[in-house]
């Protein structure tokens, strides 16, 4: 009845600005007889309302999707509607930028029809809330018919007009012709709700999920809304996303497995497929076989065409104000035979207000590398590490502008020499903006690091040496927004023989909050005495001391009680 977005999903969502939204769904008989409770007075639905609100407040996610499929009585209808409208007021005052969206379903007299459309018949749940979200099986008279309707008027961005991507019985579009619906649906200014994307996923050779993948969006991008990303300084993206092969940091391989963990997700650049006169072309993807920070980079792949003396890839849509002096750092592997800078657009931050609809005009900004020697390079050295390593290369910058907002961030590739077409790959592995202040600003320490929930396992190995297996739950306090993610370290302090040195500094995980679970850790024989690590890395990915770091020791013995035997 009640499905909540799980927390990953919801954290990349507010990542990339965007909602995320949980379910309320009633259905069948039994629909039928929980709606005749909680819609049977106003006591009851506002109970319910104030209820889903909590929820919501308290996952910290956006708003419902209201969907009753099931017929209601007089009485439920008629409050069907002021539950509607009590939900969508409260949860604008608790939750600013909240949604909530009614499911196209039941109509005002109860009956259980699906309409394919908003109109007369369900148009006082439209007016009750912030939207409709529309059935499938809609035809082009019904997009016509929507956007006349009187309850529409003002309100075409409210009515996502629902697309089944399994294109499940006489509907427009799905699978790899989605993009017909969507061409449709924009013809008449409407929203979209585009249902079951997993299609790619599960109809497919789950080796061929990224080509897939590629090919079903690249369909959809012409068709769907260009949401500019608004946040402040530092600004950093290095493409991971939230899942990989192995875990990359600076460019080497921390811990070599697949992985999945949409946490770890950083701003997707937008997706890229265009194709040029003469033949050119240019194209964006997700790679997950070698990455600077986390789990993927981006490939950037294209053709310059004869005559055309270079390319231009738009990463980033943007709103980020920058500071009076703003430190740019560029890691990328230099591809051959052509030439990789960066190029910024900005605006005066005066313009930010505009509240029209035509794009404002922009101001390119190429900006040229410091020099190793550069004080703030150094600075930036200390602090991050080296700036070239495997075939990865830093390249610096500083932007010297008064009053400006970064309005845009784009690749320039250009052909070294001659005139010929030229093709290319190129891999960017991160691009970070921040205030050249931060560089000097002090970092902070981890506190209040706390053990519990310990869990012992002990078991015998070859040679009668004795295996121990520890399970435990790591705590501490650390400024969440300052803060990209932490490495979890542990090493044995002693042992019974105290001839035996303490062991080195070993990596268990990562995590992205400031809760970290160990899993069958295993530590030497009892008696023993071993320390946990928490080292935290700041989104500028600046490295703390260790003397900084959250540190808990635990002691064992031979009474530790274990709880099975392997």
């Not at 969502?13 to 049977?40: N, Q």
């Not at 493409?239 to 070599?256: A, D, L, M, N, T």
């Not at 190793?372 to 495997?390: A, I, K, N, P, Y």
Request: proline share 4%; hydrophobic share 40%.
């Amino acid at each position: 009845m009640v499905t909540i977005p799980p927390a990953a999903w919801t954290n990349a969502a507010h990542k990339h600005g965007v909602l995320s939204i949980g379910t309320f769904i009633t259905e069948w008989t039994s629909g039928e007889k929980i709606c005749e409770m909680f819609l049977a007075d106003e006591e009851s639905y506002r109970a319910a309302a104030d209820k889903l609100v909590q929820i919501c407040h308290y996952y910290e996610f956006d708003g419902w999707l209201i969907n009753i499929e099931n017929v209601l009585s007089e009485t439920a209808v008629k409050n069907a509607s002021l539950f509607l409208r009590y939900l969508t007021d409260q949860i604008h005052e608790r939750i600013p930028g909240s949604l909530v969206i009614w499911y196209d379903s039941v109509l005002k007299n109860g009956s259980l029809i699906w309409q394919n459309e908003l109109n007369d018949n369900n148009k006082v749940f439209f007016d009750a809330c912030d939207g409709i979200f529309t059935n499938y099986n809609w035809t082009e008279q019904s997009l016509v018919s929507m956007k006349a309707h009187s309850a529409a008027q003002g309100r075409f961005a409210d009515i996502y007009v629902g697309v089944d991507v399994f294109a499940r019985g006489k509907v427009m579009g799905g699978k790899f012709e989605t993009n017909k619906a969507l061409e449709l649906i924009r013809k008449y200014e409407l929203s979209t709700a585009i249902f079951a994307p997993g299609w790619v996923y599960e109809c497919h050779e789950k080796v061929d999920f990224r080509k897939n993948q590629d090919k079903f969006w690249s369909l959809l991008v012409d068709f769907l809304y260009l949401h500019r990303y608004s946040t402040s300084l530092p600004f950093i993206s290095s493409f991971c996303q939230g899942f990989g092969k192995s875990i990359y940091w600076r460019g080497k391989v921390e811990q070599q497995r697949n992985w999945f963990n949409l946490n770890a997700q950083e701003l997707q650049a937008l997706h890229i497929s265009e194709t040029m006169k003469n033949g050119g072309w240019l194209r964006s993807r997700g790679c997950s076989e070698d990455a600077w920070s986390g789990g993927s980079s981006l490939m950037l792949e294209g053709m310059i065409p004869s005559g055309l003396p270079h390319v231009c890839a738009r990463l980033f849509s943007l709103h980020v104000p920058l500071a009076d002096r703003t430190f740019v750092s560029f890691v990328y592997k230099p591809p051959e035979g052509v030439k990789v800078s960066l190029e910024l657009k900005t605006i005066d931050a005066s313009l930010c207000t505009y509240g029209g609809i035509e794009e404002i005009e922009s101001t390119s900004v190429i900006p040229e590398s410091l020099p190793e020697s550069d004080q703030l390079v150094e600075q930036f050295v200390q602090t991050c590490g080296e700036l070239s390593m495997d075939g990865w290369n830093t390249r610096c910058f500083l932007l010297k502008m008064n009053g400006c907002s970064l309005r845009e961030v784009c690749v320039r590739v250009s052909r070294e020499e001659g005139d010929e077409d030229i093709t290319f790959n190129c891999r960017i592995g991160e691009i970070m903006l921040l205030d050249a202040d931060s560089l000097h600003a002090p970092l902070v320490s981890v506190k209040g690091i706390c053990i519990s929930d310990v869990f012992w396992q002990k078991g015998t190995l070859k040679e009668n040496v004795q295996k121990v297996l520890l399970s435990a739950t790591l705590r501490w306090k650390y400024p969440s927004k300052q803060v990209r993610h932490y490495r979890i370290h542990w090493r044995h302090l002693r042992g019974p023989d105290p001839r035996v040195p303490s062991g080195a500094l070993a990596l268990v995980g990562r995590s992205y909050s400031s809760l970290y679970r160990l899993v069958e850790l295993e530590v030497p024989a009892p008696p023993g005495l071993i320390e946990l690590l928490v080292e935290p890395v700041t989104r500028e990915s600046f490295r703390t001391p260790e003397a900084q770091w959250g540190r808990c020791s635990l002691s064992y013995n031979q009474d530790t009680s274990p709880s099975a035997t392997s």
